[in-house]
């Protein structure tokens, strides 16, 4: 994911495309530490996706600096009012928005102790998020994350976020029939992985 591209969708979350969903896991299975990516998934799935809603938000609530603005950015509450000044009045709060509150998180979680940012961390970080990412859909996951049974929020299920590592996870906790409708909907988006698809639905239909 080029660098550009993540600052867009950190100014305008509403812009995710399903395409977006799969870079954004990708990089979270390369960096599971990097919260944004975490957040951003997150939002897109919080009101579109009951069936894996709530394992992707407790997951970025497990690497949230702050889980109650992570909540309230989730329902569209972040903006505050703005605040007036008297002569005598203390400095005025800082206001953050929807829009800016993400760039501030991503600012302190990669300054260093000095709350200094050099040209070299940032290159560094540039390469990081243009490399190209890959995963394997098998990821082993922690037990208590294999605990959280995905269709507990509800019983659709969206394609249109299907992941190879959500299919993973679907296996992983026996959700067979689930993964395979996953990985079915993966090779309409992506044909050119059509045999290696095919090969783990095939093995799939051989548990069921």
């Excluded at 906790?173 to 993964?179: F, M, S, V």
């Excluded at 990985?183 to 095919?198: A, G, M, N, Q």
Aim: with cysteine; net charge neutral.
């Amino acid at each position: 994911m080029q660098v550009q591209k993540l600052l867009k969708l950190l100014e305008d979350p509403a812009t995710l495309s399903s395409e977006d969903l799969s870079d954004l896991e990708a990089l979270i299975q390369e960096y599971p530490y990097f919260y944004l990516a975490h957040a951003l998934l997150a939002k897109a799935v919080y009101v579109h996706e009951n069936d894996v809603e709530k394992y992707v938000v407790q997951r970025a609530a497990t690497y949230a600096p702050d889980r109650t603005h992570l909540r309230i950015w989730l329902e569209n509450k972040l903006a505050l009012p703005p605040c007036t000044r008297s002569v005598r009045a203390a400095p005025t709060p800082e206001t953050y928005t929807t829009n800016n509150y993400l760039d501030m998180v991503a600012k302190k979680s990669l300054k260093k102790s000095t709350n200094e940012i050099s040209i070299k961390q940032f290159s560094i970080i540039d390469t990081i998020l243009n490399k190209n990412l890959q995963f394997d859909p098998f990821v082993e996951v922690a037990p208590e994350v294999l605990s959280v049974d995905l269709s507990a929020q509800g019983t659709s299920l969206d394609e249109r976020f299907a992941t190879e590592a959500l299919a993973g996870i679907m296996v992983q906790q026996k959700k067979y029939k689930r993964a395979i409708r996953m990985y079915e909907h993966l090779i309409l988006k992506y044909p050119e992985k059509k045999e290696y698809l095919s090969d783990i639905i095939s093995n799939l239909n051989k548990v069921l």
